[in-house]
């Protein structure tokens, strides 16, 4: 187990649908991340979370909804999805907001909105 | 802000060969530079990174160069295995504050 747990690892939800995809760090790291992985293109970051505080929201459509309850989990909360949302979303950790900490990512949920 | 652009994007070499991935980023201000193997259907996972400080850096069959002056970096992977097939993204960040900007991944095929 990498430290970094995310569930469900699929996911197929219509547009009309609300559901939430979770993701646990048990590394005690203070920064979480969620990135978007689409085929063809590069990893897209979403939301950066410090010390369970927003700090970077990359012009992402509201039907994505982040929520950092404690430092330890991070939720994207889904609703009124479109197909092109379909994507593998990975989460990410690390010991604070630098990246030469070093990121830890999780398996990803694999998203597809039909 | 900053803009990673990573070639090519796919690669195929024989088992044995050398393989050579290259990125170049467009913030002067980025200093840290990580490479991610990504295994088919497996998290990506950091294998080697350099920062502006030092120009390259090998761990075994594995090695990084960077050039400052032309803001380009490369991965380098001698004696190829099946087992380096995986798709390999580059990165760059500042390391104050420094979320990371990927490129668009090179997807690796090492044929035995």
């Known amino acids: 187990e990498t430290g970094v747990t995310q ?4 996911l197929v939800m219509g547009m009309t649908n609300k559901k939430s995809l979770k993701c646990e760090q048990h590394l005690g790291h203070n920064a979480m991340y969620w990135y978007k992985q689409s085929a063809k293109k590069p990893l897209e970051l979403m939301f950066v979370y410090s010390l369970e505080e927003r700090v970077e929201n990359n012009s992402v459509p509201s039907r994505f909804s982040p929520e950092c309850p404690n430092s330890s989990h991070l939720f994207l909360h889904l609703h009124t999805l479109q197909p092109e949302d379909s994507a ?3 989460c990410a950790s690390s010991q604070g907001v630098r990246a030469d900490y070093g990121y830890t990512f999780g398996s990803g949920t694999r998203l597809t909105v039909v | 802000g900053e803009n990673v652009e990573q070639h090519p994007s796919t690669l195929s070499v024989q088992e044995g060969d050398s393989a050579v991935i290259k990125c170049t980023y467009s913030d002067s201000a980025s200093n840290y530079f990580p490479w991610y193997k990504q295994e088919l259907g497996k998290r990506p ?10 120009g390259e850096k090998k761990d075994q069959r594995i090695a990084v160069t960077l050039n400052k002056t032309a803001k380009h970096f490369s991965l380098h992977i001698t004696e190829t295995q099946p087992e380096d097939s995986a798709v390999y993204f580059c990165a760059a960040s500042k390391q104050q504050g420094g979320k990371l900007i990927f490129g668009q991944g090179t997807e690796l095929s090492v044929k035995p």
């Open chain 1, 7 to 10: 569930t469900p690892r699929h």
């Open chain 1, 88 to 90: 593998l979303y990975l």
């Open chain 2, 45 to 54: 996972q950091l294998i080697i990174d350099i920062r502006s400080n030092v």
